[in-house]
């Protein structure tokens, strides 16, 4: 829905007579030669002020302990040193909570509940001495038991959120009846983020209250208003800045404020400059990751693999505040269902409060356990009831004029999941390549093949309505060039790129003359976190209300200037046909400053119809769907359990993408996270809750040969229902869940041990222990078949 | 004596005289330099953000050619830097601002998104082309060049696909670039910075000493013995990332030419303590193709171009993924001292975890590998969580020599299973006068685990390893048949059924 008005006087537009960069073009990534060059400019990478320190947190050494006493005074002595801090010395409120559950000091006070938890901050005039000398300090603790597993959670039983239950239908009833019952548990496994580029902050004091901080962070108004709080004193006196991130992924939408927060204190407390950068061990013991699950599952299917009733608990590890655990739980329900119809159901969750990192978001928000745990009941029913997986699947998929009505009793009006998956299914040959497979097995003694296609459906919006704003500010600075500037922050996605195309179309100039300017508090205000897939969607739209509204004021100025009707004045490529002349868009610019037009505007946008009542669990939270589907072989070692994903097949639905090359990127990128999180990326607690993955050598996320050999990706041409920007859809969560496929090729080959028979119940991480011991499991069962399987 | 460390920063010369030991080069570039191209991700070595590339004149005397070695900035000392020249991101674009040609095709093929590990894709993909057959006349040593080119670098966004066509284009159509214009003039450079002074500087921490003959090396480790010695000190540095430890002095071994060749001997292939794991991986390929495997999934390219097969043994990992496959071989460890040389059976190096037998003055000189005898079938396996660039949960090393189908001698040899690397004695005596099929297996795993208690960690539990260590023979039963099945899915290759 390109808003360009068919031009009925001029000639008919030559072919090439297009603007550079604009809407639904392949165009690079905004910084993509500074990258390249080393001249891109992260937070470290910032010329130093004069006086800087550098600061480094003190951890807790224990899981769960009260703090006897803190003695820091070598802490202070050390060489280098220049202040210390701790929670006494916050002159607001010591407290960041994310969530306002006024759960999470930013400095321990009287009792620490993980491992790692900072309790004192230091500052020194290099980055090495703050190292050194937070290490010195003498900390008596007095241990409490921890709560660690999901074993003691459960007998702990202390929440940090109220649960959700969705429910329609009375699963209950059609349980008890049900030809097939089901019943099981699933564990699904955290992931650590592993942004390259660590948390970092750096902070510059101002006059009186004010402080301006650069922060890697997914969500600079939040950062605000937390330093603010810390500080005691008004959003207004605090400006937070980012231009770039070196990833995020959910990591930096909350985890980041506690680096900018302790380096505003110790930026206002010393009067210096203060830039706090964790090492990259410190950075993972502090920060929480995804969430891993825990997940009972009861299902009741007919005997041609129909689901008729789910019953599902999902727990979840939140670790010790609440942080976004609750929305992330609750996203965790909404996609319980992935692609398919439960006649009756009845999910609910556990988010169970633990002595461990603080949990949080990472791409897909919960979103991904919920479609795992779909994606298990799936399975479980092809098993027993002798079908392929890919059968079962479609012949539950959601209907799209019955059968389409979700868990939480919205309408699905865009469905478009079982025309996706037949094509993909057609385009890979998945049929036959899986038969070929399963006879190859047959002869292969140890390396066995599997195969699987699941598809994805993954709603857009954030479930906090509010969340769901934006705002932009545009500027024609009166030589043609544009400054665009909006809410959404920029961390690899292609989000700056892509609403600069937008500006770029909407004034018809080429996209090199809008200038892409860093994301601060001081030029859009109140901005919601660039999350949930949701930047593009809001930001371009925000921006694109600024474009009109100049525009307009253009149109008007011409119109009256030139003497014509408005509807004559047209945007043309890097020109403006005003009447029977063209006038180029830098002329006309100059000619509207000269006539005292004023050329910055500010736009905004909400997304309409979406609502949510959490205590109904009723509502309709999302504004659309996302649809992709991915068909995975690997290939499985029976005597040690290694594995190779040899090939992927994906069919993702970008809308009408806003940027092809940008989506496929986020496509490739989203698959490969999403199949390292659900195969080598382990988190590993010792006993004493100590995590002991803690850096790349011992945490695993996929290398450049884990990519598979043959791996094609096609966008699904899908013009958004909804009217979206340029009618594209999201895309910065939903390709990570079509990492599943990945989990159930390993499945299916673990299961082909024994000739299909049984549910392999695969968990993740599928690390080569995990699948040996599946691998085991099957034989185990091959050799002394249980009476009913 | 030298009391400068001198190198080529770019085409600049740079002559250093105070400095640290334990100063790392990423620190240094980030600093004094300020070349922020250069990117800090993990500060341990496995990320690879902070990739840059060393260029050093490699080849007979008379017929040096430069080659062109990425190293980790993170874990690289700046005195390791003596005699070479350091290429980061900023040195590639050409003299008119242009992107070099493997960075128009990461942009091109929209190879960065956040951007962070670019930098080091770039200085990894630069390395790749100029190692190319195109630029060596040598063939490609690896099947899978372009993935061993990137294995240590990661990427969190791209999924490495864009990366990876990039590379493929910058491999089909090799363009010479200002480096090979400058070969010549620079390699005259780098030979005329060569001398055999010893170095020692000082700077903030301590002393760093470089000698650069044996007799100096081992005078100088007399002279401290509380000296730490590093050879590529991709272990060290990490005491010093990680640990904050003070390193005084520092003597690193690097310049000692006499420890850096291979020589054939009549007990076998003698490598130096200071050959590189890549050269000695290229090497060691020749009498297997498992030991050319054990290698190219030994660290990454940059520890492989820093570390050493001396370091890897000396320093005592109970891994150590070289040590299991060299005592299977049945080598031997040199050491030497200012008072004389002293060799021993490697396995005997290994006292227990933490402790080995080295003299606080004596430092390894080399491992001679003895070549297979006829009739001796190796196997190594490497198991890990990951394929490349990680450390093995288990690594099982296998000489047999068989009779017909009868095991007559066996050499068993496992890391990871106890503290140190170790023989499988209880279960190499059992095999021996066994047939190699599937009636070894069960008289194998019970020998098996009265050989080993390994534990549990992050890596894996003891009972996978324990199980993994015994399932091994099982796979070289099958490899040993007549007919033997697709075992293995380490090595890179196009999917069978795809």
């Known amino acids: 829905m390109l808003d360009r008005t068919p031009d009925p006087i001029a000639p008919a537009a030559k072919a090439d007579d297009r603007i550079a960069g604009g809407a639904h073009t392949p165009r690079i990534h905004d910084s993509a030669a500074r990258h390249v060059g080393g001249s891109a400019l992260y937070i470290d990478d910032m010329p130093e002020p004069a006086g800087l320190v550098h600061v480094c947190l003190g951890l807790s050494e224990r899981a769960h302990a009260r703090l006897l006493s803190v003695d820091l005074s070598p802490v202070r002595a050390a060489e280098g040193v220049v202040a210390v801090f701790t929670a006494a010395d916050v002159p607001g409120v010591n407290e960041i909570s994310s969530s306002h559950r006024d759960d999470e000091p930013m400095l321990a006070e009287d009792t620490v509940s993980y491992l790692g938890q900072p309790i004192f901050a230091v500052a020194a005039l290099t980055r090495d001495a703050a190292r050194r000398a937070a290490r010195l300090a003498v900390i008596a603790y007095e241990d409490r038991d921890p709560v660690l597993t999901y074993r003691e959670a459960r007998a702990d039983g202390t929440l940090v959120w109220p649960p959700m239950t969705l429910k329609r239908g009375d699963s209950d009833a059609v349980l008890a009846e049900a030809p097939g019952i089901v019943r099981g548990r699933l564990a699904i496994g955290g992931q650590e983020h592993f942004y390259l580029e660590g948390q970092i902050a750096l902070a510059i004091p101002g006059e009186d209250d004010e402080v301006t901080v650069y922060t890697s962070t997914q969500h600079p108004s939040e950062a605000q208003a937390l330093v603010a709080k810390v500080l005691g004193t008004v959003n207004s006196a605090v400006t937070t800045e980012i231009r770039r991130m070196g990833g995020g992924f959910g990591g930096k939408e909350s985890q980041s404020n506690l680096f900018a927060c302790v380096a505003a204190l110790v930026a206002k407390k010393t009067g210096r400059a203060a830039k706090i950068r964790p090492d990259r061990d410190d950075d993972m013991l502090i920060t929480g990751k995804r969430h891993d699950f825990e997940v009972d599952y009861l299902v009741g299917h007919d005997a041609d693999g129909r689901i008729l009733a789910v019953d599902m608990q999902l727990a979840a590890r939140c670790g010790w505040a609440a942080d976004l655990s609750g929305p992330v739980t609750d996203r965790a329900l909404f996609h319980a269902d992935n692609c398919y119809h439960y006649p009756a159901v009845h999910l609910t969750s556990r988010p169970y409060r633990t002595n461990t990192q ?121 030589d043609g060039s544009v400054g665009l500037n909006h809410g959404g922050t920029e961390m690899g996605q292609g989000l700056y790129v892509k609403v600069a195309q937008v500006v770029a179309e909407e004034f018809q100039i080429d996209a090199d003359r809008v200038r892409i300017t860093a994301t601060t508090t001081g030029k859009v205000p109140n901005t919601s976190a660039t999350a949930a897939s949701s930047g593009a969607d809001l930001n371009g739209m925000a921006a694109r209300a600024a474009a009109q509204t100049l525009k307009g004021r253009l149109v008007a100025f011409a119109a009256e200037s030139w003497s014509v009707a408005p509807e004559t004045v047209l945007f043309l490529p890097n020109r403006v046909r005003v009447g029977n ?100 990326e382990e988190l590993w607690w010792d006993g004493k809750g100590a995590l002991r993955t803690h850096a790349p050598s011992t945490y695993k996320i996929p290398a450049c040969g884990d990519r598979p050999r043959i791996f094609n990706v096609a966008l699904y041409e899908n013009e958004n229902r909804e009217a979206t920007i340029y009618r594209s859809k999201a895309v910065g969560e939903p390709p990570l869940m079509l990492g599943i496929a990945g989990l159930h090729a390993l499945s299916d080959a673990v299961a082909s041990v024994a000739g299909h028979r049984y549910c392999p119940r695969l968990d993740a991480p599928a690390t080569p222990e995990r699948v040996l011991d599946a691998v085991d499991r099957m034989r185990a069962l091959a050799e002394a078949p249980p009476d009913q399987p | 004596m030298r009391h400068a460390i001198r190198f080529l920063l770019g085409h600049e010369l740079r002559t250093i005289e105070a400095c640290g030991p334990t100063l790392t080069v990423l620190d240094w570039l980030r600093g004094p330099e300020r070349l922020i191209g250069t990117k800090e991700g993990c500060n341990e070595g496995d990320c690879g953000a902070c990739t840059v590339v060393l260029v050093r004149p490699e080849g007979e005397p008379g017929a040096e050619r430069l080659r062109y070695r990425t190293v980790d900035a993170c874990i690289t000392f700046v005195g390791q830097l003596d005699g070479c020249q350091v290429l980061t991101v900023e040195h590639l674009r050409g003299a008119d601002g242009a992107l070099h040609p493997v960075q128009r095709l990461m942009v091109e093929e929209h190879g960065s998104q956040c951007g962070f590990c670019t930098p080091g894709f770039v200085m990894s993909l630069f390395a790749l082309t100029k190692d190319s057959p195109a630029a060596t006349g040598e063939a490609w040593a690896s099947a899978s060049p372009i993935d061993d080119a990137l294995a240590g670098n990661l990427c969190r966004c791209t999924g490495y696909a864009p990366i990876v066509r990039a590379a493929e284009r910058a491999l089909s159509a090799p363009a010479p670039d200002a480096f090979d214009a400058a070969h010549d003039a620079t390699l005259a450079r780098l030979l005329a910075l060569r001398d055999d002074e010893t170095i020692a500087v000082s700077g903030a921490r301590g002393r760093f000493f470089a000698p650069a003959t044996l007799p100096a090396l081992t005078d100088l480790v007399a002279e401290h013995p509380g000296a730490t010695i590093v050879a590529g000190a991709t272990d060290v540095a990490l005491w010093v990332t990680k640990g904050l430890r003070v390193l005084d002095p520092v003597i690193w071994l690097g310049r000692v030419r006499d420890l850096a060749v291979i020589t054939t001997t009549p007990q076998g292939l003698r490598i130096g303590a200071g050959v590189t794991l890549a050269e000695a991986g290229a090497t060691l390929a020749g009498l297997h193709p498992d030991l050319g495997e054990l290698f190219r999934r030994h660290g990454a390219a940059q520890t492989r171009n820093a570390g050493t097969l001396g370091g890897n043994i000396a320093n005592g990992s109970p891994i150590g993924d070289a040590a299991p496959a060299l005592i299977a071989l049945g080598a031997t460890l040199h050491l030497a001292s200012r008072a004389g040389t002293r060799d021993l059976p490697l396995e005997d190096y290994f006292i227990a975890y933490g402790r080995q037998d080295r003299a606080a003055d004596e430092i390894v000189t080399g491992v001679t590998v003895p070549v297979l005898a006829e009739g001796a079938r190796l196997a190594v396996y490497k198991i890990s969580k990951r394929f490349d660039e990680d450390i093995s949960a288990v690594l099982g090393a296998f000489r047999l020599t068989l009779e017909g189908n009868t095991i007559r001698q066996a050499r068993i040899a496992y890391g990871g299973m106890a503290g140190t690397p170790k023989r499988a004695t209880h279960a190499e005596a059992a095999l021996i006068g066994l047939r190699l099929d599937a009636s070894a297996i069960p008289v194998f795993k019970a020998a098996l685990a009265q050989d080993f208690t390994p534990l549990s960690d992050m890596r894996a539990s003891a009972a996978y390893r324990l199980k993994v260590a015994g399932n091994l023979i099982e796979r070289l039963i099958h490899e040993a048949g007549p007919q033997a099945p697709e075992t293995r899915l380490a090595a890179v290759r196009e999917p069978a059924h795809a």
């Open chain 1, 358 to 478: 603080s949990n949080t978001a990472f791409r897909g928000f919960g979103g991904p356990q919920g479609m795992v745990a779909a994606e298990r009941v799936i399975e479980e029913v092809a098993y027993a009831c002798g079908l392929d997986p890919l059968e079962v699947r479609k012949r539950n998929f959601y209907g799209t004029e019955s059968d389409n009505v979700t868990p939480y009793h919205q309408i699905i009006s865009d469905n478009c999941i079982r025309d996706l998956v037949a094509k993909l299914e057609a385009d890979c040959d998945y049929a036959a390549r899986r038969r070929t497979l399963h006879a190859a097995n047959e002869i292969s003694p140890v390396i066995k093949r599997g195969i699987a296609l699941t598809p994805v459906k993954f709603g857009i919006s954030f479930t906090s309505t509010a969340y769901n704003q934006a705002g932009a500010l545009v500027h024609i600075y009166n």
């Open chain 1, 581 to 680: 002349q063209e006038i180029a868009w830098g002329e006309l610019i100059h000619k509207a400053y000269l006539a005292r037009i004023q050329l910055s505007a500010t736009g905004f946008y909400k997304t309409p119809t979406i609502h949510w009542d959490r205590d109904a669990g009723r509502g309709h939270p999302f504004y659309y769907f996302a649809y992709g589907a991915a068909c995975v072989q690997a290939a499985v070692d029976t005597l040690t359990g290694e594995y190779r994903i040899e090939r992927a097949d994906i069919l993702h639905d970008c809308g009408r993408s806003l940027n092809p090359a940008v989506d496929r990127g986020q496509i490739e990128g989203g698959f490969i996270q999403g199949l390292g999180w659900l195969t080598t």
